[in-house]
C-alpha cells in the first residue's frame, strides 16, 4: 500500500490551515498521516490544531529559522514511504488526488518525484499552472513543489538546505536531478495554490539564488547575462504594477491567459 506523510507547514495563517487541513481530511484515499510544523503562531492557529488534533498524526510547535527549516522538521517527523509538503493555504485540487497519485506511483514502482500541474488563483482570477520540465538548463523554479511527491528516502538524504531563504526546494531538486533522481510527470493538477507565494514577494532575491544555485550545480546552460535580463525585467514589472490600477491589472492578466491558452 502506498502511504503519505502530508506536511504543513503554519505561522499565524489559522483561517488558511483550516482551509488545508479539511482538503486534506476529505480525501478519499485515506492512506496517510498529517504532520503539522507550526513556528509558534499566536493568532489562534494552536487552538485550532487542538480542535484537528484527532486527525493530525505529529505536531510540532516551535519556533524555527525560516520555511524550509520547518520543513526539514517535518521530513525528520514523517514516517511513511512519500511526502507532500504543503503551506497553510494550499489545498488538493479534488478528493481523488492522492488516489490518482498511488495509482501512478503503483504504475511506476522506480520513481523517486511524482510532479503535476496546479491551479493558480490570483486576484479571484483562476488558471492552470503547467509543469515544465526539470533540465540541466533550468534557470529557474520548473514547478509548485506542493504539486510534488517524493520519496522519503530520497528526501533523508538531501535535506533543504536553509542557507536559500526562498529557492532552496529548487536547489533540492536541481540536487537529485544531477544523482539520477527518476522523475515522473502526469498531466493531472494536484494542488491548489494562491500567487504571490514567497518567491513571489522575494523575486529579487529568487532571482539571486537561482543564479547561485546553477553556479553550483554547474549548469551547462548557465548565461549571467539571463539573470541580469530577468532582473530588469521584474524592476520594470514591479514598477508597472504599482502605477497600474487593479481593474487594469485583472484585465491584462486575463488577456495574457487567453494568449498563452491559444499558443
Not at 484537528?52 to 514511504?81: P, Q, V
Not at 522523475?183 to 500567487?195: G, K
Request: charged fraction near 25%; charge should be positive.
Amino acid at each position: 500500500m502506498i502511504k503519505f506523510s502530508i506536511i504543513v507547514v503554519s505561522l499565524n495563517t489559522k483561517n488558511k490551515l483550516e482551509n488545508t487541513l479539511k482538503s486534506i481530511i476529505k480525501q478519499s484515499l485515506k492512506s496517510y498521516e498529517i504532520v503539522v510544523i507550526d513556528g509558534k503562531s499566536n493568532d489562534g492557529t494552536i487552538k485550532l490544531l487542538s480542535k484537528y488534533k484527532k486527525n493530525l498524526k505529529k505536531i510540532l510547535i516551535k519556533k524555527d529559522r525560516g520555511i524550509y527549516f520547518a520543513m526539514n522538521r517535518g521530513i525528520k517527523l514523517a514516517s511513511n514511504d512519500w511526502l507532500i509538503f504543503m503551506n497553510s493555504g494550499d489545498t488538493f485540487y479534488s478528493i481523488h488526488t492522492l488516489k490518482k497519485i498511488a495509482l501512478n506511483i503503483k504504475k511506476n514502482k522506480t520513481i523517486d518525484v511524482l510532479i503535476g500541474n496546479t491551479k493558480i488563483i490570483n486576484n479571484n482570477i483562476v488558471y492552470k499552472k503547467k509543469f515544465k520540465k526539470l533540465s540541466p538548463k533550468s534557470l529557474g523554479s520548473c514547478f509548485s513543489h506542493q504539486s510534488c511527491t517524493i520519496r522519503r528516502s530520497l528526501h533523508k538524504k538531501n535535506y533543504f538546505k536553509t542557507k536559500y531563504k526562498v529557492a532552496a526546494d529548487f536547489n533540492f531538486f536541481k540536487e537529485v536531478y544531477k544523482k539520477n533522481a527518476k522523475f515522473l510527470y502526469i498531466n493531472e493538477i494536484i494542488s491548489v495554490n494562491e500567487a504571490h507565494g514567497l518567491s513571489d514577494k522575494e523575486r529579487f532575491l529568487a532571482l539571486r539564488e537561482f543564479r547561485d544555485i546553477n553556479r553550483l550545480n554547474n549548469n551547462i546552460n548557465f548565461k549571467f547575462i539571463k539573470y541580469i535580463i530577468l532582473n530588469i525585467y521584474y524592476l520594470i514589472n514591479s514598477i508597472t504594477k504599482l502605477l497600474t490600477p487593479l481593474f487594469l491589472q485583472k484585465k491584462l492578466l486575463k488577456l495574457k491567459l487567453i494568449l498563452n491558452s491559444s499558443i
